[in-house]
């Protein structure tokens, strides 16, 4: 019987290459072939720069399949690839890991194709190999594309293969180490209930809200998105998130403590120099400004209860939208570029994180609404503090449901916008009587 899959250990490449803190991390970037400072990790999206199923490979006659690698990891930018331009769902100078459990795996010609073909590559797997037992590997496969392809000998990109692909052996102890420690949030994520979605708090800072606004005014209600910053925080987070999930999306900022007014960032502190308890915590302040409630939505059509994360490729308007240009002096969101400069190769791109959802409702509360953290508590800093990424924090329903009963409560005058319908308040009224009263069943 199969008990273990490889996505098990492309997660656990994915999850160690993005904390950058284990040992193993050190091993692989020990390896020439892996990038010094990377910029950006994305899994199992189709390589289209290098190999296309519709053309031939350059120096040959065989027409080979596409390859889709476990992973493109893109560097960032260096005088290497400082004239990259951005075009193509991948367009960008990276490096390709492929990840088996073993080598006696299936491994066919076209992933070879188009991991020697990058050149900057890497295999990663449980196999131990001797000295010079990878060299013998790598000879025989160009052998197999030689005979298969007879145009292509000599050609140069043939030439030291097991120095274009390296081998990277998976450190048996460190993907125990790891699985332990995460085999029950795995577990969780795939026996949740899908029939009950899952509740989130995402904090808006005064800067992001000019995005939002933008957002807004261009893609209305029905087809939204939102990014996020490269963080190992925003990963964690958003890749938990799912088709019909909850969010609540809300301007705020940290009330201070009365004695040091002037402290308004978020942070852990009760005041300056003095870390808040559990209990101080949740008795602490957040002053709420606006407050957007949506439900996450997949990409997918066939699966349900699917993950809404992606990351934006392409050339395309959505795919940019929060970038600015090339340029290292525009700072004009969605440019085209500024003067011979173009749109943002992935070296180079900021925003790669994003969340597709439909807004439901959105809220405009009273001039300096206050509310008490309650149990929500270090999870409105963890959401706020922008070094943290500003990541999406899980609450539970209760949580979330007073949340938005409280900020119901506090909405603006009618002058200022359009009331919540009464058929929304009898509800929110309702759920908040459920949570008093929990049904026996």
Request: aromatic share 10%; hydrophobic share 30%.
């Amino acid at each position: 019987m199969t008990v273990f899959q490889e996505i098990i250990l492309q997660r656990y490449m994915f999850a160690m290459m993005n904390t950058k803190i284990s040992q193993e991390y050190k091993n692989l970037k020990s390896l020439s072939n892996y990038p010094n400072d990377e910029n950006l990790i994305v899994p199992e999206v189709e390589y289209l720069e290098h190999l296309d199923a519709e053309k031939k490979l350059i120096g040959g006659e065989k027409k080979w399949k596409s390859y889709r690698p476990d992973f493109v990891i893109y560097p960032k930018l260096s005088e290497s690839n400082s004239d990259i331009e951005r075009k193509g769902s991948l367009f960008g100078n990276g490096s390709l890991l492929e990840v088996k459990m073993s080598l006696e795996h299936t491994f066919d010609t076209h992933q070879w194709i188009g991991l020697l073909h990058n050149g900057s590559s890497i295999v990663a797997s449980l196999t131990v190999l001797k000295d010079g037992e990878w060299e013998g590997i790598c000879q025989k496969v160009v052998k197999e594309i030689v005979d298969k392809e007879p145009n292509l000998e000599g050609a140069e990109w043939l030439e030291n293969p097991h120095e274009r692909i390296q081998y990277f052996p998976i450190t048996r102890s460190y993907l125990d180490e790891w699985y332990i420690k995460n085999a029950a949030l795995m577990l969780d994520d795939q026996l949740h209930d899908k029939s009950k979605p899952r509740f989130w708090l995402c904090v808006l800072t005064n800067g992001s809200m000019k995005n939002w606004e933008r957002i807004q005014e261009r893609f209305g209600k029905s087809k939204r998105f939102w990014a996020w910053k490269n963080h190992p925080l925003v990963l964690q987070s958003l890749m938990r998130v799912r088709d019909g999930d909850y969010l609540a999306f809300v301007h705020a900022q940290q009330v201070p403590h009365p004695e040091h007014p002037k402290t308004t960032r978020w942070s852990y502190n009760f005041k300056p120099g003095q870390k808040a308890t559990e209990k101080q915590m949740h008795s602490m302040e957040v002053e709420i400004k606006r407050a957007y409630f949506v439900r996450a939505s997949s990409s997918s059509t066939k699966q349900k209860n699917y993950s809404a994360y992606h990351v934006k490729l392409g050339d395309e308007e959505e795919a940019t939208f929060f970038e600015n240009c090339n340029s290292d002096d525009c700072s004009v969101p969605g440019c085209e570029g500024c003067s011979e400069y173009g749109k943002r190769p992935m070296n180079r791109i900021k925003w790669p994180h994003c969340l597709n959802f439909q807004e439901l409702d959105s809220v405009i509360c009273k001039d300096r609404t206050k509310i008490i953290r309650g149990s929500i508590g270090r999870r409105w800093s963890q959401s706020g503090l922008e070094k943290r990424g500003n990541h999406p924090v899980e609450l539970t329903y209760d949580e979330f449901t007073i949340l938005k009963a409280s900020i119901y409560a506090n909405q603006a005058t009618e002058t200022e916008q359009k009331r919540i319908s009464k058929t929304e308040i009898k509800n929110i009224i309702q759920d908040l009587k459920d949570i008093i009263n929990p049904s026996k069943d």
